[in-house]
C-alpha cells in the first residue's frame, strides 16, 4: 500500500536543480539516469503590465498504488515493498530489460549506463530505514519539497492561501496593475 | 619529515564514521557546510544544521562537491612547469621543491627587474584574504588584487563614497522588509543559498519584490512586478525615482536632516529628471513609476533598494549602485529591522577579533600600480582595480609588473576581451596559478600549482562580518587523493625560498589557528565543535543618536569628498544610450544557479545538466535576421572570435540586447566536458579591458556590442 507522498511546492520552488544533484550524489550516479527531475517552462505572461511567470513541475517516482513498472518487471526485480508501498529496484536481479522503462506512464525508471541497469527514485529507502528524509527533500534549497505520510504532510497551498488573505485583504494591494 | 610533505590535520584518514564542520568552496558564497566521512572517504555533503540561516541545505553545486572530489580526476594532480610556448599546453610534471625553487628563483629575476613591487596575486576576494594579501605584503608588494574589477567593485566603492564602508557593511533584515527592490541582482539564479532562502520565507510572507533587468530571469518570475527596462539604463530609472521621491516628499525627513549632507546637490541633480524624462531612456511608463513610489510611501522604511552585486556593467553603473544606496538612506532604512542593519566589529559585543597574519608583516610604503587610493582616491586600494595592473603589464607604467600568482581565480574568463588580456600577460617573467583545476589562466600559465580541494584541505580561520559577526573554519575533511597542497602551506613555502620566514612561521595549521585565536577566548577545539562560534546570541542595534558614518564629514555624504577629490561628480547627467540597430546588439551575460563563473564547467554532474548556453534574442529582432528558435547562430564581437549557439526566440529579453551565460567556452583540452562547448563571452568583449566605470572602477562589460547572424550549417543541418 502506497503510503508517502513526496511534494513539491511549486510556488516555493526556484528551478534550482539541486534536488536532481542531491539524488544522483546520494546515489553515486554519473551522466544519463535522473532518478527525479525538474521541468521548467516558460516564463508566461500572467499579468497586465506584463508579469513573466514561469511553470516548474518535480517529476520524481510517484509509487504508484498500482505500479506498472512492477507488473512490466519479467525478473522481480522492480518491486513494491508491503509495508510501505516502495517501490524500488532490486539490482541483483535487474536484467537491463527496459520494460519498467516502456511500462511507466510518467518515464520515472532511469537507465544507468554505468551499470547497465535500472535505477529510479526509492524515496533513498536507505535514509529512510534510517529514520531520515529522501537526499532532495533534506537538502532543498528552499524547503519545497516535502516528505511524509500522505494524509498526514499538511498541504502548502492551504496555509499559503490562509496566510495571503491576512496580508493582503481582497481588493487591496493592488496598486498600479 | 621533509617540508615538502602533504600538511595532513591529526587523524584525518582515521577508520570509522566522523563528522566534519567546514565549508563549501564550490562557488565563492562559501556556505557552512557538514562532511560526513566514513573511513578517511567523504560520503554525504549538506547544508550546516547549526547555522539556522542555511540548515541542511545546499545547492546543486554544492551536493556536487563528491562528484569533484571523486569522479573528476580532469585536474592537476602534481605541481606543472611549462615546457613549450606560453597556452601551448605543454607541460612536465615537477616536484613541489623543483616547482616552488623555480618560483622563487624567477620572482629573485623580477625583483632584479622590477624591485619586489613588480609582484602581483588575484584571488576571487572574500574572508581569506589574510593570505593571500600577507603574502604579498611580505614580498614587499602593495599589489594585491580581488576579482572585482569585473564583479563589484562599482557597488563596492558606491557604498564607500556615501557612507566610508563596503555595501558588504549593509546587511538586509530581510525577513521583515515590506518591498525589496532589485537591479538585475537576479538572487535565485546567481545563488547564495542563504539569500535565497530568506528571500523566498520572505515572499511567501507577503513582501513586495520589483525586480529591473532587461531579461526576465527567474527572480523576475517570482518578482510582484517586472520591468524590462532598456539596457544599461537602470541609473535614469533611479534619477527619476528621487525626483519623485523628493516631489512627494516620502523620504525620512529626521533622518535626513541628522545624518545626511548634500541634499541640495540632490534636488538640484534631479530637478529635471521627472517621470516623463525617464519614459524614452528606461522604457518604463510614468504612471508605472508613479505608483511605485506612492507604494514605496506605504511601506517605507522597510524597503530595501539593493546596491547589486555582480555591478561591472557599464560606465554609470558605479552611479547605479550609489544612486540606489542614496534610496536606501531616503527611506530612512538604516540600522532598523526591517532596513539594512550595519554590520559590527567584535568589539561591538565586547570581544576581540581574529589576530590578523597581516600584522606580522611590515607596511609596505610603494603606491599601487592602479593608483587605487593615491592618483585614484575613489577606488578602495583594499580590492584594488585589476584591470589596471594588466595595463600596467603590458605599458610598464606607471611601473612594470614582472610577476603574478592567480590564486584560485581565472583572470582570463573573468576579464573581458581575452586577446588584450593575454597580450598583457606575455609580457609577464613569471604567471603562477593555484588553482585545484585547469582554468584558462592556468592554461597560459608558467607553473600550474594544484590546491588540494576543499574538502582536502584547512584553510585559515576567518571572521565572517556581520549584524553578529562570527568565526567560521574551513576543516579538511579526508586527506588528498594526489600530490596538491593547501594554499597556506603553498605560500609559506614561497616566503620560506625567499628567506622571509616570519610571516608563515607556522608548521601545521593548528599553529597557525591558534596565533588567530590568541586572546579571543575560542579555542581550536570550541571551534570543530560546530564549524563557527557566533560571538554574540543576537544583533545589538545602535541607537540612533550614536549613529556614525567613517566618511571625511562624519555624514552620509550625498555630494562625496572622496569624489570631488578625483575630479568626478557625484551626481552626473544621465548619458542617454543608442539603440543598436540591424545585426548589433548588446551582449548581456549572466549566471544559472547550477555553475559558477568558469569553475564548475568541468564537473560531470554540473556539466550534465548545462553542457552549452542558448542565446536570447527578442522576436521582433530575429525576424528580420532570418533567424528562428533554435537556429544556430554565429556571434562576433569584434575579434577574430565566432562563437556559434543555438538561439532561444522570446519577449522575455529587451529587443536592444542578446543574453547568454557566462563561463562557457573553455579551451583547456584536458578537461574535456568543458572543452569547445558553448561561448566564450569574454572573447566576444572585444576592447573592453580598459574600458571602465571611471568613479567605480568596474569592467564595462554590459556595453559590448556583438554581431548576430544565421550560422553556416556545419556538415549538414544543424
Known amino acids: ?177 | 619529515m621533509s617540508s615538502t610533505m602533504a600538511p595532513n590535520v591529526a587523524g584525518v584518514a582515521a577508520p570509522g564514521r566522523r563528522t566534519v564542520y567546514s565549508m563549501c568552496s564550490m562557488c565563492s558564497v562559501r556556505c557552512p557546510i557538514e562532511v560526513t566521512v566514513e573511513d578517511g572517504r567523504a560520503v554525504w555533503l549538506q547544508g550546516n544544521p547549526h547555522d539556522k540561516a542555511i540548515g541542511a541545505s545546499l545547492c546543486a553545486k554544492g551536493s556536487a562537491g563528491l562528484a569533484l572530489e571523486y569522479d573528476d580526476d580532469q585536474r592537476p594532480q602534481t605541481p606543472l612547469i611549462r615546457t613549450g610556448p606560453r597556452g601551448g599546453g605543454q607541460w612536465r610534471r615537477a616536484s613541489w621543491d623543483e616547482a616552488l625553487d623555480y618560483i622563487a628563483d624567477k620572482l629573485k629575476e623580477t625583483i632584479a627587474a622590477f624591485g619586489p613591487r613588480g609582484i602581483m596575486l588575484s584571488d576571487r576576494s572574500g574572508p581569506f584574504t589574510d593570505l593571500t594579501r600577507t603574502f604579498v605584503r611580505a614580498l614587499g608588494s602593495p599589489n594585491y588584487f580581488t576579482h572585482d574589477a569585473c564583479c563589484t567593485a562599482n557597488a563596492h566603492n558606491a557604498a564607500r563614497t556615501l557612507f566610508g564602508f563596503s555595501h558588504e557593511g549593509l546587511i538586509p533584515d530581510l525577513g521583515r522588509v515590506k518591498h525589496l527592490v532589485l537591479y538585475g541582482r537576479n538572487i535565485i539564479e546567481a545563488l547564495a543559498v542563504k539569500e535565497a532562502k530568506a528571500f523566498m520565507a520572505a515572499l511567501a510572507n507577503g513582501m513586495r519584490v520589483t525586480y529591473i533587468d532587461p531579461r526576465a530571469t527567474f527572480t523576475a518570475c517570482k518578482a510582484t512586478r517586472y520591468w524590462q527596462v532598456r539596457p544599461n539604463s537602470d541609473y535614469a530609472l533611479n534619477l527619476a525615482i528621487i525626483h519623485e521621491v523628493l516631489k512627494q516628499k516620502i523620504y525620512d525627513k529626521a533622518f535626513v536632516d541628522r545624518f545626511v549632507s548634500g541634499m541640495d546637490y540632490l534636488r538640484e541633480a534631479v530637478k529635471d529628471t521627472t517621470p516623463e524624462w525617464q519614459v524614452s531612456h528606461t522604457g518604463v511608463p510614468a504612471e508605472q513609476l508613479r505608483a511605485f513610489v506612492r507604494e514605496l510611501a506605504a511601506d517605507a522604511a522597510h524597503v530595501i533598494f539593493n546596491p547589486g552585486w555582480g555591478t561591472a556593467r557599464h560606465k554609470q553603473s558605479f552611479h547605479v549602485s550609489r544612486t540606489a544606496l542614496i534610496l536606501n538612506v531616503l527611506m530612512g532604512n538604516i540600522e532598523i529591522p526591517g532596513g539594512f542593519i550595519l554590520a559590527k566589529p567584535p568589539a561591538r559585543y565586547g570581544r576581540k577579533g581574529l589576530n590578523h597574519l597581516i600584522a606580522r608583516v611590515p607596511k609596505v610604503e610603494q603606491p599601487r600600480v592602479d593608483g587605487a587610493g593615491t592618483t585614484r582616491p575613489q577606488w578602495d586600494p583594499e580590492i584594488g582595480m585589476l584591470h589596471q595592473a594588466f595595463a600596467a603589464m603590458e605599458t610598464a607604467q606607471p611601473y612594470g609588473i614582472g610577476a603574478y600568482f592567480a590564486y584560485r581565480h581565472d583572470p582570463i574568463t573573468g576579464l573581458p576581451d581575452t586577446e588584450a588580456a593575454k597580450r598583457a600577460l606575455e609580457k609577464l617573467k613569471l604567471f603562477v596559478s593555484i588553482d585545484v583545476r585547469y582554468s584558462e589562466a592556468g592554461w597560459f600559465a608558467d607553473v600550474i600549482l594544484p590546491e588540494a580541494t576543499y574538502l582536502e584541505r584547512a584553510n585559515i580561520l576567518c571572521q565572517m562580518g556581520g549584524a553578529v559577526p562570527n568565526f567560521s573554519m574551513r576543516d579538511q575533511a579526508i586527506a588528498p587523493r594526489f600530490d596538491s597542497r593547501p594554499a597556506w602551506w603553498i605560500f609559506r613555502e614561497i616566503l620560506r625560498r625567499m628567506d622571509i620566514k616570519e610571516a608563515l612561521d607556522f608548521e601545521t595549521i593548528e599553529e597557525l589557528w591558534n596565533y588567530q585565536l590568541d586572546g579571543t577566548g575560542v579555542t581550536v577545539a570550541e571551534m570543530r565543535e560546530k564549524g563557527f562560534v557566533s560571538l554574540a546570541n543576537a544583533p545589538k542595534l545602535i541607537p540612533r543618536e550614536e549613529l556614525r558614518f567613517p566618511t571625511p564629514s562624519g555624514k552620509i555624504e550625498i555630494e562625496s569628498a572622496v569624489l570631488k577629490q578625483a575630479g568626478l561628480p557625484s551626481l552626473p547627467p544621465y548619458e542617454a544610450k543608442a539603440a543598436p540597430a540591424d545585426d548589433r546588439f548588446l551582449l548581456l551575460i549572466g549566471r544559472t544557479a547550477t555553475l559558477t563563473h568558469g569553475q564548475s564547467f568541468n564537473n560531470p554532474l554540473l556539466n550534465e545538466i548545462a553542457p552549452e548556453q542558448v542565446l536570447w534574442i527578442h522576436p521582433d529582432r530575429a525576424r528580420p535576421l532570418g533567424i528562428g528558435d533554435g537556429d544556430t547562430v554565429e556571434v562576433r564581437g569584434g575579434g577574430s572570435y565566432v562563437g556559434r549557439i543555438k538561439t532561444r526566440v522570446t519577449p522575455w529579453i529587451h529587443p536592444e540586447a542578446v543574453f547568454m551565460l557566462h563561463g562557457f567556452g573553455a579551451t583547456v583540452p584536458l578537461a574535456t566536458r568543458a572543452f569547445g562547448r558553448g561561448v566564450a563571452d569574454q572573447r566576444l568583449q572585444g576592447g573592453k579591458l580598459y574600458d571602465f566605470d571611471p568613479a567605480g572602477g568596474g569592467c564595462a562589460l554590459t556595453e559590448a556590442i556583438v554581431q548576430i547572424k544565421p550560422a553556416v550549417a556545419e556538415g549538414g543541418n544543424q
Request: aromatic content about 6%; overall charge negative; glycine content about 8%.
Open chain 1, 1 to 177: 500500500m502506497s503510503t508517502y507522498i513526496l511534494r513539491h511546492d511549486e510556488a516555493s520552488c526556484i528551478s534550482c536543480l539541486a534536488c536532481e544533484v542531491h539524488c544522483k550524489s546520494n546515489k553515486d550516479l554519473g551522466p544519463g539516469p535522473d532518478p527525479c527531475k525538474i521541468i521548467t517552462m516558460g516564463p508566461f505572461d500572467v499579468g497586465r503590465p506584463a508579469q513573466p511567470r514561469m511553470r516548474i513541475v518535480f517529476m520524481p517516482c510517484f509509487h504508484c498504488e498500482d505500479p506498472w513498472c512492477v507488473r512490466a518487471c519479467p525478473t522481480g526485480a522492480m518491486q513494491q515493498r508491503e509495508m510501505d508501498g516502495i517501490v524500488h529496484v532490486e539490482h541483483s536481479l535487474c536484467i537491463g530489460c527496459k520494460s519498467c522503462i516502456a511500462a511507466c506512464p510518467w518515464g520515472t525508471p532511469q537507465w544507468d549506463p554505468a551499470t547497465r541497469k535500472v535505477v529510479k527514485c526509492d524515496y533513498c529507502m536507505d535514509r529512510f530505514d534510517a529514520g531520515l528524509q529522501p537526499a532532495c527533500v533534506t537538502k532543498c534549497v528552499t524547503g519545497c519539497l516535502s516528505f511524509g505520510v500522505a494524509d498526514e504532510l499538511p498541504d502548502p497551498r492551504r496555509e499559503r492561501y490562509a496566510r495571503y488573505l491576512v496580508a493582503e485583504p481582497l481588493g487591496e494591494g493592488k496598486e498600479g496593475s
